[in-house]
């Protein structure tokens, strides 16, 4: 599943709208990319969001 390693963020629910005020479901897709980060002292594939990448979670922990 497209679960953050770090945060947990993972997918989101809403709405299509259309210009006549349709609405249809959707999903929000988290961006989840494979990284390599270090997990209690050992180098593991993890799946992380962009936003903990840009923060620095997946180093040193």
């Not at 497209?2 to 349709?22: D, I, L, M």
């Amino acid at each position: 599943m497209a679960r953050c390693f770090f945060c947990g963020k993972t997918t989101n629910f809403g709405h299509n709208v259309s210009h006549a005020g349709n609405r249809t479901q959707r999903k929000f897709k988290a961006n989840i990319k494979r990284v390599r980060a270090i997990v209690n002292g050992e180098k593991k594939g993890v799946k992380v969001c962009t936003t903990c990448i840009k923060m620095g979670r997946h180093i040193g922990l």
